[in-house]
């Protein structure tokens, strides 16, 4: 359908009327104040003025025309202003699905390379990447979304049912792109702000990370304790190795660490608080038990409702009042312009 952002503009049609109405009165007051002033004397003045009356021109067909593109110009004009738009419905559908939120951390301990594909050393964040890819090509007709976390935990993307973008945004993270520290959690609280706005039954949290927590405001377990007041589940995914010296690429140059431990305990009692359940990274199973897990709860519908996009559609009155302009041009003083060539022809 089509709407005007401004209808209250249409007032300005008003005015030609308005002015057209005081120049008549104008012109009548004027006639009047003529007739006053009548200083011929003739004893049959009746007679006089019959003899001397005749028929008033007709406007010409160039005065008619340069009217109406007069008219057409303010009427194309006003519309303009109007701000006509066409409102298209855009319709959500309504499926039932999981709210699903990915907290994945993107501290420069993920760069450490302690794991190992086909003989080759591959960093925990690669892990991450191919183990939650797998993840989320299964959750179909789940909205899903993505928060990361270094020193501060930020949302990448809010709940959607495009899994593929989030798909994208996960395999082009950057480690250390939200600081070097571990917010784990600030995670977790960032994912109650957004979840507890979904309806209770399916408010699923899957923390990702090393179980190594080094900054942030809010200690992990206070969090999951609020999570779990929430209704929040949280499946923690453990990233690292036990191995006391792990290799990691630093400044260009392969560097052992001592430093890059991986707390397991920690992860534990965070899925515990919630009543979730803590997984290995590289547990070839750990997938499918998730989603066994999470397809156990309530689904909830996704809101079924029309947002409607304005499109502007002032250009074509605009268009119009341009051309209207532009014959205006060819018609100065109510007359048809001759082009010189034609006089010299």
């Not at 519309?79 to 993107?106: C, F, H, N, S």
């Not at 990448?156 to 996960?170: I, K, N």
């Not at 979730?276 to 547990?283: E, I, K, L, M, P």
């Not at 302009?325 to 003083?333: A, C, D, V």
């Amino acid at each position: 359908m089509m709407q005007f952002h401004w209808p209250w503009m249409i007032f300005l049609l008003l005015l030609p009327a308005a002015q057209w109405l005081w120049r008549r009165t104008t012109a009548e007051v004027d006639q009047d104040q003529r007739q006053r002033h009548v200083t011929l004397l003739h004893p049959q003045l009746d007679l006089l003025q019959q003899a001397f009356n005749g028929s008033r021109p007709q406007g010409s067909t160039g005065t008619r025309l340069h009217r109406l593109l007069v008219l057409l110009l303010w009427l194309g004009l006003t519309l303009a202003l109007m701000r006509p738009q066409w409102l298209q419905p855009y319709t959500q559908e309504r499926i039932q699905g999981y709210d699903l939120l990915l907290a994945v951390d993107a501290s420069h301990s993920m760069e450490a390379l302690d794991f190992s594909v086909q003989g080759q050393q591959v960093s925990r964040i690669q892990v991450v990447k191919g183990v939650m890819g797998r993840f989320l090509e299964q959750r179909k007709n789940d909205r899903v979304g993505l928060i990361i976390f270094g020193n501060q935990a930020f949302v990448l993307s809010p709940l959607t049912l495009d899994r593929q973008a989030v798909r994208e945004l996960l395999d082009n993270l950057v480690p250390r792109i939200a600081g070097d520290g571990t917010a784990m959690g600030d995670a977790i609280g960032l994912g109650i702000r957004k979840l507890r706005e979904r309806p209770p039954g399916s408010r699923v949290l899957i923390l990702v990370a090393d179980g190594e927590n080094t900054a942030g405001t809010i200690p992990p377990l206070d969090a999951a304790r609020l999570a779990a007041a929430e209704g929040i589940r949280i499946y923690t995914i453990g990233v690292g190795s036990h191995r006391k010296e792990v290799p990691i690429v630093e400044e260009g140059r392969l560097v052992t660490r001592t430093d890059l431990g991986f707390d397991e305990s920690l992860m534990r009692q965070i899925a515990e608080e919630t009543g979730g359940a803590y997984f290995r990274a590289n547990d070839a199973d750990a997938l499918e038990k998730i989603s066994a897990r999470i397809n156990e709860l309530e689904k909830t519908h996704a809101e079924s409702r029309t947002v409607y996009v304005p499109r502007p559609l002032y250009r074509w009155p605009l268009g119009l009042a341009m051309l209207a302009l532009l014959l205006l041009g060819l018609f100065p003083g109510a007359r048809l312009r001759t082009l010189a060539g034609d006089r010299h022809a």
